[in-house]
Structures are given as structure tokens and as C-alpha cells.
């Protein structure tokens, strides 16, 4: 993750690059930016090349995917 110091309130936050998540959830660019097309997780474009999220964003975002599932018993 990559720290960016916000300019209003002087609070660092995290942010993640497509390539970190890529990494972290173990699935490829395509899979991720079909979650990104659909604005399922909020993200921030610097430039025409640079998409970052922030990592609260993100984890808001993996909270909503928790599945609670009873375990199997055979």
C-alpha cells in the first residue's frame, strides 16, 4: 500500500495500487477491473494511468463479500 498525506486535514491515509490488490485477493488484473467497472469499490484516478483506492475504501468493500457460512459436517 502506498501512504498519501491529505492535504485538508494532515492525516496520512493508505491506498492501495491495482497491482497490490491483484496480489493481496490472488486474482488477475481483468477480474479486478470488472469489480472496478461496476463502481463496486470507490476509486481515485491520478493522470490517465494511475488508479489507486484507498484501503478503508477497500475494506469497506471486502466486509460486504464476508460470507457466514456453517461449517460442513460429514
Not at 40 to 46: G, T, V
Not at 47 to 68: E, H, M, P, S
Amino acid at each position: 500500500h502506498i501512504p498519501i498525506m491529505s492535504s485538508t486535514d494532515n492525516k496520512i491515509e493508505s491506498f492501495y495500487s491495482i497491482k497490490d490488490l491483484t496480489e493481496l485477493l490472488s486474482v488477475n488484473r481483468r477480474s479486478l477491473w470488472n469489480i472496478i467497472i461496476k463502481s463496486e469499490i470507490p476509486y481515485y484516478r491520478f493522470g490517465k494511468r494511475i488508479i489507486r483506492i484507498k484501503k478503508c475504501d477497500f475494506d469497506n468493500w471486502l466486509q460486504t463479500k464476508k460470507v457466514n457460512e456453517e461449517p460442513i459436517n460429514d
